[in-house]
């Protein structure tokens, strides 16, 4: 027996590990890149001045709600939960903004104000979930009709308009004399928070925990109910934010404002390699998935097509990208029981000879 022992090769994990360029190049985030470069390349070539710095400008304006709200909509989901209120809560966000400048509260305070009420209105689709158990689907599928109904029935009709230019220069601004907007550099280091938060932090690891199983989560220390508890509370406060920004760049606070743009956020996320069931996910290829649907929408109207056909490419990418995650995973599982099985029959055939001379 000691003899078999010093024989058999010892299997460790990097024996066993892929290459780190396949783990880097074979992944979703990697496969997301290319698909952007692909179709960015494509319409600078084909779409007339899709390629002039004006025109990155302001897909740059254009993504930033998109992508402001897809940061704490990616950890949400790969929880495996979701909110599909965002959209609404921007609408809220910009009426709240709008009657409170109105009603003559400075700008600084109606935004704390606002942003204030758009936390209260995550954290209460957070109770619901963690505290009652409800299913987040329907639980935000109400809150997005209830809040929206709120900001509707505020404002009716009407709209805002009065801004001071100052601000809404602001949120245009360019850095120097380039054509990239200031709004960059506050959206970068939001991205940097969000990325470090999932990825190096012990709050991250429970995020990624929670969502591949709530009770191998708690059984290891983490606190499901609360982690879920500040993201969907995180949610509204950031979009809260894109309501701010949204209402100052178009210079209108309305009860309608940002219609449908959780679609955009949701198939931006899902594109981006972010399992529907939770569990799995990353930044990087988020904010791909993002410009993507930022680059193909820009792309679209240059090219003088309507807005109903983007809306429709959006749900196409939308139900794409959910049935490429479950045809990877289907797949996944397939290899990794043959390479299992392949695996546990290898030292048994290496054995035998050894079996056969000891007999």
């Not at 304006?61 to 209120?85: C, F, H, K, Q, R």
Request: glycine share 10%; proline share 4%; with cysteine.
């Amino acid at each position: 027996m000691s003899l078999l022992a010093e024989k058999t090769p010892a299997r460790t994990y990097a024996a066993h590990a892929k290459p780190w360029w396949q783990r880097t190049l074979m992944t979703r985030d990697a496969a997301i890149i290319a698909l952007l470069v692909v179709v960015w390349t494509y319409a600078s070539i084909v779409i007339l001045n899709f390629s002039d710095p004006i025109t990155v400008y302001f897909l740059v304006l254009d993504v930033t709600p998109i992508l402001l709200i897809a940061l704490p909509m990616t950890l949400i989901i790969i929880t495996g939960e979701i909110d599909l209120s965002v959209a609404s809560v921007v609408g809220l966000s910009s009426v709240l903004f709008g009657v409170l400048h109105r009603e003559g509260v400075p700008m600084v305070a109606a935004m704390v104000l606002a942003l204030l009420a758009c936390a209260v209105a995550g954290a209460f689709n957070g109770v619901l979930v963690t505290r009652f158990g409800l299913p987040s689907l329907a639980v935000t599928i109400g809150t997005m009709a209830l809040f929206r109904g709120i900001a509707v029935g505020a404002l009716g009709t009407t709209a805002i308009t009065d801004w001071p230019d100052a601000w809404g220069d602001l949120v245009q601004a360019r850095i120097g004399d380039s054509q990239i907007p200031l709004m960059t550099v506050p959206l970068v280091a939001l991205i940097v928070i969000f990325a470090v938060v999932l990825h190096f932090t012990p709050f991250g690891r429970g995020i990624f925990a929670a969502g591949l199983s709530k009770d191998a989560a708690r059984f290891s220390g983490v606190n499901v109910d609360r982690t879920k508890l500040i993201l969907f509370t995180l949610s509204g406060l950031v979009s809260g934010l894109a309501g701010i920004y949204f209402t100052l760049r178009y210079g209108s606070a309305r009860g309608d404002n940002a219609t449908g743009l959780e679609l955009q956020v949701v198939a931006a996320v899902l594109l981006g390699g972010v399992s529907i069931f939770g569990g799995r996910g990353a930044i990087p290829g988020v904010i791909a998935g993002v410009v993507l649907i930022g680059t193909i929408g820009s792309a679209l109207r240059l090219d003088g097509l309507s807005a109903n056909i983007i809306q429709i490419i959006t749900g196409v990418l939308l139900i794409a990208a959910v049935i490429a995650a479950s045809v990877l995973g289907w797949t996944g599982r397939i290899v990794g029981t043959y390479r299992r099985q392949h695996s546990s029959d290898e030292p048994s055939s290496k054995q035998s000879p050894q079996r056969k001379r000891s007999e």
